[in-house]
């Protein structure tokens, strides 16, 4: 069995558990989180998952989204994989929580209610783990929209659909960075 995830109604209220992979093969409402961290001027970390990953593997993302456990609050579950994922820990603030119903591939589906938090850190020592992390970047939002817009299959799904509401949450900045290489 892989780890559970949280099931929810439409009110976010717990429902029970289910294993992770069922409840993405089901599609079935669960509860997740995901972190959007900015540096002092502006740029978004991302993340490019690992290849082995069981659904969207090898794509751009949030600095770092997962689900928490059970009996969890969603904010401790960001800040436990937080240091997980990129090694390194950071403020987190609620920023706003949206539900979506989306496909990721090989029949899988992302059905969330999800709690985003918004982060800033300065220049943090970030030591990814090989099991989640492929490579990172500090992206300016503008070259971010250009990327997104251009070449939406190199970001995983759920990316898309809350980088605009992220955006419009995050710290006012100016950056100058452009999209991730790879």
Known sequence: MSHPVVLVNEDDQSLGTADKLR???????????SVFVFDPTGRLLLQRRTDDKYHSGGLWSNTCCSHPRPEEPAIDGAHRRLPEELGFTAALTPAFQDRYELPVGDALVEHEHNHVFIGTADTPRIRPSADEVDDWAWVAPSALRDDVAARPHRYTAWFRHLLPAALAAAPSGDPSASAPTA
């Not at 409840?23 to 989180?33: D, T």
């Open 23 to 33: 409840a993405h093969a089901e599609g079935w409402l669960h509860r997740a989180f």
